[in-house]
């Protein structure tokens, strides 16, 4: 049972920087497993904010396109932990955000078209203008 929990999120003004961490635990986690971070607004559905593979997918990331230029996803798996860098930060980046993973066996075609295999409690993060 692979484990996440987030952490860094907080209260920002409109146009400050933020980083957001997530610790990974567990003995089925893998540095061959892609990882993920969402958002949920209030009232509104989660969606994708960034994507990055494992080793083996070379550590391939995507983004949002409300997050491109912004945010930044990494890893680092001799720490088991992952990261969103987010600057420029605007009032409607406000939502609760989610660290997740999938299954080191999943292929590419599955990490780009359904939801990870294992998620974090959420983060909240809130922008101010």
């Known amino acids: 049972q692979v484990q996440l929990v987030e952490s860094g999120g907080g209260l920002v003004q409109a146009g400050g920087s933020l980083g957001l961490s997530c610790t990974t635990s567990?003995?089925?986690?893998?540095?061959?497993?892609?990882m993920a971070w969402y958002r949920q607004a209030p009232g509104e559905q989660r969606e994708l904010v960034a994507r990055?593979?494992?080793?083996?997918?070379?550590?391939?990331?995507a983004y949002a396109d409300s997050a491109k230029g912004r945010f930044t996803i990494s890893r680092d798996d001799a720490k088991n932990t992952l990261y969103l860098q987010m600057n420029s930060l605007k009032v409607e980046d406000t939502a609760v955000y989610y660290c997740?993973?999938?299954?080191?066996?999943?292929?590419?075609?599955?990490?780009?078209?359904?939801?990870?295999?294992?998620w974090g409690q959420g983060t909240q993060v809130t922008v101010s203008s």
């Open positions: 990055i593979l494992g080793n083996m997918g070379g550590r391939r990331t």
């Open positions: 567990g003995s089925s986690f893998s540095r061959r497993a892609a």
């Open positions: 997740a993973a999938y299954k080191e066996t999943r292929i590419l075609s599955f990490i780009t078209s359904a939801p990870p295999d294992y």
